[in-house]
């Protein structure tokens, strides 16, 4: 089991950036999907963008404002988010196959 560990959350004014990091204690093969979901209070968890072997993708609310990146040789995962609004508030968890990481907050104010 790979333990996924995310930082970077925190409380950014509407229009503003944040980077969150997700550091994995050991490499996980570049064919499994990684990804970064946020939940919501009262909210499912959903997928906001991850890495598979063909590409990237991205719900359609974030496209052109969050970037996934992600460095197979340090065993990390990236994403870049800009322009951010309240509705992009939440928990952000990174996963990659079968394990997930703790969670880090995003609070973005109007």
């Known amino acids: 089991q790979v333990h996924l560990v995310e930082s970077g959350g925190g409380l950014v004014q509407a229009g503003g950036s944040l980077r969150l990091s997700c550091a994995a204690s050991?490499?996980?093969?570049?064919?499994?999907?990684m990804g970064w979901l946020r939940q919501a209070p009262g909210k499912e968890r959903d997928l906001v963008a991850g890495?598979?072997?063909?590409?990237?993708i991205y719900a359609e609310s974030v496209k052109g404002r969050f970037t996934v990146s992600r460095d197979n040789a340090e065993n990390m995962l990236y994403l870049q988010m800009n322009s951010l609004q309240p509705e992009d508030e939440g928990v952000y968890y990174c996963?990659?196959?079968?394990?997930w990481g703790q969670g880090t907050q995003v609070t973005v104010s109007s």
């Open positions: 890495i598979t072997r063909f590409g990237t």
């Open positions: 050991g490499s996980i093969s570049s064919a499994v999907t």
């Open positions: 996963n990659g196959g079968d394990d």
